[in-house]
């Protein structure tokens, strides 16, 4: 299991559903198990983070949406200024691009990017992308929905996963000033929904979840060309599973075996074993995920703690994964109501 030590985690949750905000964590990295230690409601509806050893980073899931940062060196959340519009409109996801962040934004069909100054903070917005398309469904497809923006494991890339379009973007980014520039556009299944996106640790293929279909689509990626080949699709639920299903978020063993996905409304966590070529996955099993509305997941560096933000039953569980099976097993839970989102420093 490793030696015993201190971790730390950061957990995200709506402030308008009655969350606390922004929460602070440590981690017992024997167990796993998380102690809340600080929380801020400085910012509203903090629905997802990104880190660096001392700065995290939250978007504000509003109309109007904003991005803050916090230090975080000293134990406490101490706010870094005043949260900074992003130029868009309900961003659900940021994540760090070199030095600036990039900010996917729902309402909108957007991203944005910030330039970060010396001491960590974004500034004002330097570029934004705008997009056009549709898809099928009639009531979640009327238009763009970009709900995620990250880069590539090569820093060259930026590719924004578009719910409304069936689509993944990719843009190359520019060395010197971070600016995407398009450079093409790959169209998954209509109707999938595609929300989330995750490297192999390989840095050769991606996997693309989708929201409105429970589907992993699995996609050869050249970083020398910017080309993303979907080769396979592949069903994160058993066949006859009963109910709504609503797949939100996607992690990758760092060995690169298996992956996981959490299913809200099946409220559940599926697990797929990845064959050596890593373009094969099998369902291998789904387990429950300890409450209910599964958000968010996050994996940590040994790949044997899971962590699932269950945000309608207002707690973060964490699972003991059995590293013959993949199969996690809950071992505890922490109450954060509304929780949406857990990232591990």
Known sequence: MGDTGVGRAFIGSFTSAGGPGVVAASVDTGTGALTATAATRSVTDPSYLAATDSVLYAVSETADGAVAAFD?????????????????????????????LLTAHYGSGSVSVLPLRPDGSPGPVSSVVRYEGRGPDPDRQTRPHA?????????????????????????????????????????LPPGTGPRHLAFHPGGRHAYVLG??????????WDDRNGTLEPVAA?????????????????????????????????D???????????????????????????RDLALDPSGRRLYAANERSGDVTWFHVDQATGIPQPTGSLPVPAASCVVLT
Do not use: F, K, N
Not at 74 to 95: F, I, M, W
Not at 211 to 220: A, D, I, K, S
Not at 268 to 294: M, N, Y
């Open 268 to 294: 559940g966590i599926a697990v797929l074993d990845l064959d050596e070529t890593a373009e094969e996955a099998q369902l291998v099993a789904t387990v429950p995920c300890g409450g209910h509305w599964p």
């Open 72 to 100: 975080i060196t000293g134990g406490a959340l101490r706010p870094l200024g005043e949260p900074v519009p992003v130029d868009g409109h309900s961003p659900t996801h940021l994540a760090l691009a070199g030095a600036r």
């Open 147 to 187: 709900h995620q923006a990250l880069p590539d494991p090569s820093g060259r890339w930026m590719l924004a996963v578009d719910l409304g379009a069936d689509a993944v973007r990719v843009h190359a980014l520019d060395t010197v000033t971070g600016t995407p520039a398009a450079h093409r556009t790959t169209a």
């Open 211 to 220: 929201e409105l279909e429970p589907t992993l689509t699995v996609c050869r």
């Open 234 to 266: 592949h069903r994160v639920l058993p066949d006859g599973a009963a109910g709504p299903a609503y797949p939100s978020a996607l992690v990758v063993a760092p060995d690169g075996r298996r992956l996981w996905a959490a299913i809200r409304g099946h």
